[in-house]
């Protein structure tokens, strides 16, 4: 079985600019989340989704938002690209929302702002 | 806010020996989560182990086991029989175990340690 994949792999904007992460979890996953790794650093939660809703965010601001599809696919959109947003954008998947869950993580979109 | 400290970014080991890696957390909870993350250069984030707070037992997962001190919120890993495949980032993490909150699948990481193992 597939595991959690992202896209794309590795991703070059400029300062300004606008982005898009994608992520499709584990076939029956149905909970989403994301995570922004700055080099050098231990991944920072950014969001979890169940049921396409909104379960949980986390200190990012405003131009960091998401969404969660009918298919329980998943993205990461960030506006206004700023030097400090490059970093690895992680998902993690898991079957229910509930904080026993396991989560499975992909290899990440690694991003990179000029 | 809970928080996570690794105060070694770096340790390394030779091949076929035992190493620890030191983690300290604080939460006012007393239910939770720790877990032990690898991080090869694949990027992947891959869990080693994992304990639950109520349980006294420390952990085991083959050659990795935890050292867990509640009192003292310590959670250290060690790796017996060192592999030149067990060479990656390592991350310790929290989560909370509080039922019916927002993000209740948030992880706090710490900021990991570098494990090198020579040969």
């Known amino acids: 079985d597939a595991g959690v994949t992202q896209s794309p792999t590795h991703l070059i904007k400029t300062r300004g600019q606008q982005v898009t992460l994608r992520c499709s979890p584990i076939?029956?996953?149905?909970?989403v989340s994301w995570y922004q790794q700055v080099l050098g650093q231990g991944p920072q939660f950014i969001f979890q989704y169940y049921e396409k809703e909104e379960r949980g965010r986390g200190n990012f601001p405003d131009r960091f938002s998401a969404r969660q599809f009918p298919n329980y696919s998943s993205e990461l959109n960030v506006n206004a690209l700023l030097l400090g947003d490059s970093a690895l954008y992680l998902c993690?998947?898991?079957?229910?929302?509930?904080?026993?869950?396991?989560?499975?993580f992909g290899d990440g979109t690694r991003l990179s702002i000029l | 806010a809970q928080t996570v400290t690794q105060s070694q970014p770096e340790m390394s080991v030779q091949e076929a020996e035992t190493v620890t890696l030191s983690c300290t957390y604080d939460?006012?909870?007393?239910?939770?989560?720790l877990f032990w993350y690898k991080q090869p250069p694949s990027r992947q984030m891959i869990l080693v182990i994992r304990?639950?707070?109520?349980?006294?037992q420390n952990a085991t997962e083959n050659r990795f086991s935890v050292n867990f001190q509640k009192a003292a919120k310590s959670f250290s890993l060690k790796i017996s029989d060192s592999q030149l495949g067990d060479a990656a980032m390592y991350f310790c993490?929290?989560?909370?175990?509080?039922?019916?909150?927002?993000?209740?699948?948030?992880?706090?990481f710490g900021q990991g340690t570098r494990l090198t193992i020579n040969p």
């Open positions: 993690a998947s898991s079957l229910w929302s509930g904080n026993n869950q396991p989560q499975h």
């Open positions: 304990q639950e707070a109520y349980k006294q």
């Open positions: 993490a929290y989560r909370s175990a509080v039922q019916g909150i927002q993000g209740a699948q948030k992880l706090v």
């Open positions: 939460t006012s909870e007393s239910d939770y989560y």
């Open positions: 076939s029956g996953h149905k909970s």
